[in-house]
């Protein structure tokens, strides 16, 4: 079983930076590939990005590729979203899943977190 918290969620302005963060606890966090997905109110749930268990490899959506960045310390057992540039089309609540495989099906994903709200204003 995994844990997982998000946070540093919040209210911006359109081209600002927010960094989210997300605290795993339970089993071998360095065994698990991150993802990032995020639900817009009205939308259904979608990849952001992922990275590896060894942070060596990440992937994006279009959609955010070159303005947000996915990071890992397995150190302190968290994963890292950082997102610049913001756009109000990314005001949506932001989840971190623990999966086996870099992918961007919510199915191969077996952990997650509870979400955090992040609102851009324009």
């Known amino acids: 079983q995994v844990q997982l918290v998000e946070s540093g969620g919040g209210l911006v302005q359109a081209g600002g930076s927010l960094r989210l963060s997300c605290a795993a606890s339970?089993?071998?966090?360095?065994?698990?590939?991150m993802g990032w997905f995020r639900q817009a109110p009205g939308k259904e749930r979608e990849f952001v990005g992922t990275?590896?268990?060894?942070?060596?490899?990440?992937y994006y959506a279009n959609s955010v590729k070159g303005r947000f960045t996915i990071s890992r310390d397995n150190a302190k057992n968290t994963v890292y979203l950082q997102m610049n540039s913001l756009k109000s089309e990314d005001t949506a609540v932001y989840f971190c899943a623990a999966g086996r495989y870099p992918a961007q099906v919510m199915s191969n994903y077996d952990y997650w977190g509870q979400g955090t709200q992040v609102t851009v204003s324009s």
């Open positions: 339970g089993r071998t966090f360095t065994g698990y590939v």
């Open positions: 990275i590896n268990s060894s942070g060596s490899l990440s």
